[in-house]
């Protein structure tokens, strides 16, 4: 079965599905999304629920083989920190992460947001949503099904699955999926509204209220701040049961070339919501 890595021994090996659509030589955000949440999941005791994922993305992460290490930095009673720190072979730090796994517990229910899409539109009524590259890139391990293009007022709003494990011959979790998909949040904030620019995200936070279920993703209900020379961007992260929790970035500017095909902002720009009837 395909996956984004390869484990050998101490080490994870990028496959090419792990590589970004800008530069073939880096590996996209949502791979090392993807491997530290894997890691960090696997380190984690097993009574306690991943809360907060906030992942640094300190400087492009080659294609190349990695560590991914796990620490404790606080390990109480009810909740704990772990840092987890992603290295190239030369020692180079080039990515970590601060993940908070709380205590299970029961929760008193509250009214949580809705959506109109409460499942990803099917491929009849929205196509498949990709960016046009020449090689094989993360693009190809995510399906993603986009019911909202963006306007000024609104980020767009969609659903994805990633279509293969994170480490090969390591099932995935949920979880661990919806965070190898946590980067589409950069681009679905930051996107112009004829879908021709983007921006390039510092950081990728992920609050969960509870664990997802099904392979499903979907992102809305997003709000985008530009402010002097920076912005942030946040969405709505759900399944089919309803809202999961919150994602956010923080995001650089200046806006880049998406390089999005014409045919596929027009098939999406021409449903403009009408699938999530």
Do not use: K
């Not at 991943?50 to 606080?74: I, S």
């Amino acid at each position: 079965m395909d996956s984004l890595f390869v484990r050998d021994g101490t080490r994870y090996v990028p496959t090419d599905f792990a590589r970004g659509p800008w530069a073939p030589e880096f590996l996209d955000g949502g791979a090392v999304a993807g491997i530290v949440g894997h890691v960090a999941e696997a380190s984690r005791p097993g009574e306690l629920r991943l809360a907060r994922f906030t992942l640094d993305l300190l400087a492009p992460v080659p294609v190349a083989p990695l560590t991914v290490e796990a620490q404790v930095v606080h390990a109480g009673r009810r909740f704990e920190i772990r840092d987890v720190m992603v290295r190239t072979e030369d020692g180079a730090l080039v990515s970590r992460a601060s993940v908070l796994n709380i205590a299970h517990g029961d929760t008193p229910p509250f009214a949580m947001p809705q959506s109109e899409s409460s499942t990803p539109p099917p491929a009849e009524v929205v196509p498949e949503f990709r960016i046009p590259t020449a090689q094989t890139c993360f693009q190809n391990a995510v399906e993603a099904r986009m019911y909202e293009p963006p306007t000024e007022e609104r980020a767009m709003a969609g659903w994805a699955r990633l279509r293969m494990d994170v480490v090969e011959g390591e099932p995935r979790t949920p979880t661990v999926a919806a965070l190898a998909l946590s980067d589409r949040g950069n681009a679905m904030t930051s996107l112009s509204p004829d879908m021709s620019r983007a921006a390039i995200n510092a950081d990728i936070t992920a609050l969960f209220a509870r664990e997802p279920v099904g392979d499903w993703l979907g992102l809305d209900g997003g709000l985008r701040y530009r402010g002097a020379g920076r912005g942030a961007g946040s969405m709505l992260m759900r399944d089919a049961d309803g809202v999961v929790g919150l994602l956010a970035v923080s995001l650089l500017p200046p806006r880049f070339d998406f390089g999005l095909s014409g045919e596929l902002s027009a098939a999406l720009q021409a449903h403009d919501g009408g699938s999530a009837s």
